[in-house]
């Protein structure tokens, strides 16, 4: 008897500690990080603007994509997953008509802003206007594709005739001037993040309208810091898709010097190297041997590469262009940015459907390039010994990679050399018909949604324009032009029945080298050891992002 | 203004009383002998002086041969990029550039004597062809402002009432915009679109842009106390003695009253080069001076603060040189100062 | 005295229109400086560029330009081309930084400045001299940011003494603040420490040489009193207005290499910054502020002169 009772308590103690151990192992908040708590992140670059309608850069994009919620968003994921479109404060995904030029989306009921206003259907139109009387960088995606919009840019209406909506049903309807396949990704840019109708319509710098997101931006001191904190509103409005986020606080601080900045979270000093910023060099081995678990280059979809101007000798010469290509040590540039770049010499990245996973055609992406062949095509096209400028921006390491290319180009038969320029006047200086002599120079495109028609508008004859331009080597083949017109009304979620179209004209223009491309960014994913690195997403387009980070 | 000042004023040596310049020995003590001579006699006494302006000048003849080194020990040129390229030092191999973007330091041998930069090219021979460009833009500035800056403090000085007032403000404002503001702000305008007179052009490119500003930034430190000499110049005797024979205005300027101030215009000289040779450094440090391709001690040295931890050669070796010659040229100065200041000898033996 | 003050006030207002102008011009011929394109942003329409060249009034002529700019200055609602930020406002931000760093630095500088002057100039001649005169023309010969850069690098990475650059404001934490401090004032200071001594030096020995200190020698005086009394208060005339003027200058912007290399973001790293992006209504009320200081600290250090000797004051 006595036997049996130890056998049963023995039993009864190990299921005990079964269940327990079954408690405490599975069925947590996802992850096993805690809730609560703060954070400090450094940014070395401050973000263009706070505002919601206003900034264009992933500085911006970090604090506005958690704060103001668009009617459409992208999954809260790494790549490929991040690039998924996904409901926001719509109840779907936008129904669109037969003919592609209508659609309709319907709010969710019930939303409110952070200081408790009820979000409206005219809202969402009131957004769209804001958008555009700000002059917001990519308003042009909107305008160009949106009934009446370019009228109300004019200011010749009083609103844009091509969105209707009713506050009763919260239904948004919009129409458009042309099919445009990517237009749901237009509505789920950030600056298309809700505000209330009568947000003043001009750049706003500390007194920010009411957050529609998980998070709201506070303690604005400009160039210097801000801080993000909780919504109290958002958890009880229960938008499947988009986290309630866990940690309560994010502090940002500006902090210039990246070797500062990269030291600081080295020494846990802070929490988060922004992935905006590059690693110093000097820094970089340290942080591989010292952090190993807690740093790890991320690649996001974009390209970096010179521009040939086909409309200015030598580069209207196609041997010419060849021949660079021919040349071009991609390896040696991946150096100069302390390894943070993937050699590529596609214009579509990787990451996007249509990237052509084929052979390159003048060398592999990762081979020396071959200066001798070069220098005898060079001979060949009658171009050597011309004289080329080459345009660079002051930063590192871009200037660093024009005045490789620069030696380069000298190498190769040509008398170059390099411009560097301050980084702010760069683009529109290269972007102006004016400037002369335009032949070569720095480019680089991130993508602002996930289809090539964001990467091809730089290369079709539309886009070429005397001031602002975008197209620097004014490329006009009709062979791209017709395959994108054909390809562009195709919506995104659908990319992948045409994907193969997208990789052949991709191939075409590798071959025809109208550009020379040499590869794709990577982003540090930098953090303290007090965050839980595993579950903190680094999305494709927005970088960091706070509402997936929480404490260990 | 202030902080990128260098030497010390020259105060006013006494080579100002007037009938120095007319060899008046006896006050020297020693018949016959010219003011020039006795300086000169002074400097070789100077030990120092002598020892550290050798040193500039080997510094600056190294400079000269920069195409002997480049081409028959380092075989490349300042701007030509080794980044994937892989030597041997002692029987080991290495990269240039290592996958990380760290350059190799000095191996000592031919090849990248003093290392790499960041983008592969030879230190050494940038280095020497560097020195080359800040010390041509150190001489050319101080011709300029020297050149500029007598010809304002004469006839500022001279003719007064309205020509002074003007030259006089103008003088007042450059010197108020703090130099270096000015020398960035006008730095960053013309490296973009050069500057263009009409009948010919200077590309952004070209060294000429940071030496004329260099140049015109430091005038009014030069201008404003020799005209300050000239004025009190311009009421001796002498001056009345020789309009009395008939002398028009320019033959007073230039035969009178431009001995006089000679002296004090020697002693500026290796003053303005170190200036200017600092003021370099630091334009080119911030982007507003020498532009790309054409490497300088400045941006040399601004190129290599950012892998410092890393690669400590990179600042090192251009500041290091830079440090040498404006200090060579400080003291050669000052021993230029006390051999033209007769009263150096009453103080050394006090 | 009241006219010496009017004729001050208005050189000074001349002076302050005259950098203005200077500084716009400056802008206005850099090609593509046009801050249209910039504020526009990358992918703007023509349309837009339109909007902004209107509401910033960059279709007017030059001087209408000026003018509009000029006005926003003095009501203090001048806002900046690339963050639309009220300069004014951010200026009063980086002011703590500079002033702390000049004032620190200046009771160093001049401090070090006369103490080794003197001790140069009592030993002249010897070795203390030369190793003096020596050093401090090591120290005027070296660049501020090589000296700064190889700071940071020794006392803050290697041996992590100090901190790596920034600033803390002395009310949030005011050991902070002097940590933050030291390594900047002491490499700012050795520039002038070095000049300094030398000037004072050299001033020292002419004065020494002047007939009314052989008087009171004669007459009787210690050595000590006619140093103190006689020599030094006529050797620091000179050296008072150099460091008016220096220090009037540190302020408005010329310790621009220092903030930048110890990122303290002060004034003067604020203007190196605007100038680098073009940004010039930043610059403008950054020069037009720096110039005022060095013309009021000038009256000043006028006025001090002509308190300390009697010979400026009745020559009038």
Known sequence: MRKLVQVLVLGVAAAVAALGLAACGGGDDGGGGSEGGTAKVVIGTAPDYLDPQEEYTTQGAEADWISYTPLVTYK????????????????????????????????????????????????????????????????????????????????????????????????????????????????????????????????????????????????????????????????????????????????????????????????????????????????????????????????????????????????????????????????????????????????????????????????????????????????????????????????????????????????????????????????????????????????????????????????????????????????????????????????????????????????????????????????????????????????????????????? | MAVDRTAPSPGKPAALEPGFALGDSAIQGEAGVGPYKLALRRLRRNKTALAFGAMFVVIVIMCLCAPLWANHVAHTTPSAN????????????????????????????????????????????????????????????????????????????????????????????????????LGIALGTALAVGGLDFGLFTISGASLWIPAIIIGVVYVPYMAKPLRGQVLSLREKEFVEASRSQGAGNLRIMFREILPNIASSIIVFIPLMVANAILLEAALSFLGAGVQAPNPSWGTMIGDGIRLIPSAMHLTLIPGGMLVLAVLGINVFGDGVRDALDPRAEVRIEH | MARFLVRRLLAMILVLFAISILTFLIFETIPNGDPTVRLGGRNSTPETREAIRKDWGFDKPIYEQYGITMKKIFTGTVVSYTQQINVVDEIKRDLPATLSLAIGAGIIWLGFGILFGVISAMKAGKFTDTSLTVLSLIGVSTPVFLLGALALWAFAYKLTIFPAGGYVPLTQDPWGWLTHLIMPWTVLSVLFIGFYSRVLRSNILDTINEDYVRTARAKGLSERRILIHHVLRNSLIPVVSLFGLDFAAVIGGGAILTETVFNLQGVGQYAADSIQQLDVPPVLVITMFGAFFVVVLSAVVDIIYAVLDPRIRLSG
């Open chain 2, 82 to 181: 080794h980044i994937t390229d892989e030597i041997t030092v002692r029987g080991k191999t290495k990269d240039v550039v290592s996958p990380e973007g760290i350059p190799t330091g000095p191996t000592w041998t031919g090849k990248f004597f003093l290392g790499a930069d960041a983008n592969g090219r030879d230190v050494a021979v940038r280095l020497l062809y560097g020195g080359r460009n800040s010390l041509e833009i150190g001489f050319i500035a101080t011709f300029i402002s020297c050149f500029f800056a007598t010809v304002i403090a004469l006839v500022a000085g001279y003719y007064r009432g309205v020509v002074d007032g003007v030259l006089s403000r103008t003088m007042d404002l450059i010197w108020a915009y703090p130099v270096i503001l």
């Open chain 1, 76 to 552: 809260h994921e790494n790549a490929p997953a991040g690039n998924d479109v996904i409901p926001g404060l719509a109840t779907d995904l936008p129904q669109i008509s037969q003919d592609g030029l209508t659609y309709t989306l319907t709010l969710r009921k019930g939303l409110v802003f952070s200081d408790g206003t009820p979000i409206k259907a005219s809202d969402a139109a009131c957004t769209f206007e804001r958008m555009i009387k700000v002059n917001w960088g990519g308003k042009s995606f909107f305008t160009d594709n949106v009934e009446g919009a370019t009228e109300f840019d004019e200011d010749k209406s009083d609103d844009i005739s091509g969105v209707t909506t009713d506050d009763n049903t919260g239904q948004i309807t919009i129409k458009l001037v042309k099919p445009y396949g990517a237009f749901t990704n237009v509505l789920a840019f950030p600056e298309m993040g809700l505000v209330p109708c009568g947000t003043p319509e001009h750049t706003l710098t500390t007194d920010l309208p009411p957050s529609s997101g998980p998070y709201m931006i506070t303690d604005i001191v400009p160039n210097k810091s801000y801080s993000v904190v909780k919504n109290p509103k958002w958890a009880g409005l229960n938008v499947p898709g988009i986290p309630v986020g866990h940690l309560d606080r994010i502090d940002v601080t500006i902090e210039s010097n990246t070797q500062t900045a990269a030291q600081q979270v080295l020494n846990n000093q802070a929490d988060n190297f922004d992935a905006g910023d590059t690693v110093p060099p000097s820094l970089v081995s340290q942080v591989r041997s010292q952090a190993s678990d807690r740093f790890e280059p991320v690649t996001i979809p974009s390209t970096f590469y010179f521009f040939m101007n086909v409309n200015e000798p030598p580069f209207d010469n196609e041997l010419a262009r060849q021949a660079v290509n021919t040349a071009i040590d991609r390896p040696a540039l991946q150096r100069l940015a302390s390894g943070f770049l993937e050699p590529e010499c596609f214009f579509i990245p990787e990451g996007l459907a249509g990237h052509p996973d084929g052979e390159c055609p003048y060398g592999p992406a990762d081979g020396h390039g071959d200066i001798e062949k070069a220098k005898q095509m060079v001979e060949q096209s009658g171009t050597a010994g011309q004289p080329v400028t080459v345009w660079g921006e002051q930063r590192s390491p871009r200037t660093e990679y024009v005045e490789y290319y620069t030696d380069l180009l000298n190498k190769i038969g040509y008398k170059a050399t390099p411009k560097i320029i301050s980084d702010t006047t760069y683009f529109p200086t290269i972007g102006n018909a004016k400037t002369q002599p335009l032949q070569t120079g720095f480019a680089d495109w991130i993508q602002d949604f996930p289809n090539p028609v964001d990467f091809y508008l730089l290369l079709t004859t539309s886009s070429i324009q005397p001031v602002n331009n975008e197209n620097f080597g004014n490329v006009s083949d009709p062979m791209i032009d017709s395959t994108v017109a054909k390809l562009e009304p195709t919506p995104t979620p659908d990319l992948d029945s045409v994907a193969d179209q997208w990789q052949a004209l991709d191939e075409y223009v590798a071959e025809k080298a109208y550009v020379t491309v040499y590869g794709s960014e990577q982003v540090p994913k930098f953090f303290s050891d007090r965050i839980d690195f595993d579950s903190a997403v680094v999305h494709p387009t927005y970088l960091n992002d706070w509402s997936t980070w929480q404490l260990k």
